[in-house]
């Protein structure tokens, strides 16, 4: 699982039915370095959201077969999906 943070939303003019009872996000992964100032310099990616995350929201999001786990016996299509939302991460940072 890595954290990442919302960009946008992904707009499908015909969803195959599998794909209705959420919405696809635009994420972009962080780094451990890239959380301090809340962006990153990742390539951002389509992440399946059935929690509701808004534009901006700081998520932990899975990837892979990890991701489309909690859908089986169905089969729906996705790479990557939204699993948490964060309120709030205290980072501890070491003194210098």
């Known amino acids: 699982m890595r954290l990442g943070k919302t960009i946008g939303t992904v707009t499908l003019v015909e969803p195959h039915p599998t794909m209705r009872g959420g919405v696809l996000k635009l994420v972009v ?12 310099p990742g390539e951002p990616l389509v992440a399946w959201d059935d929690l509701g995350a808004g534009d901006g929201q700081l998520v932990a999001f899975s990837e892979g077969g990890e991701a489309a786990q909690p859908f089986l016996p169905l089969d729906k299509p996705v790479d990557a999906s939204i699993a948490a939302l964060i309120d709030r991460l205290d980072l501890d940072h070491p003194s210098q």
Do not use: N, S
Not at 30 to 40: S, T
């Open 29 to 40: 992964p962080l780094a451990a370095a890239d959380l301090a100032r809340g962006d990153g």
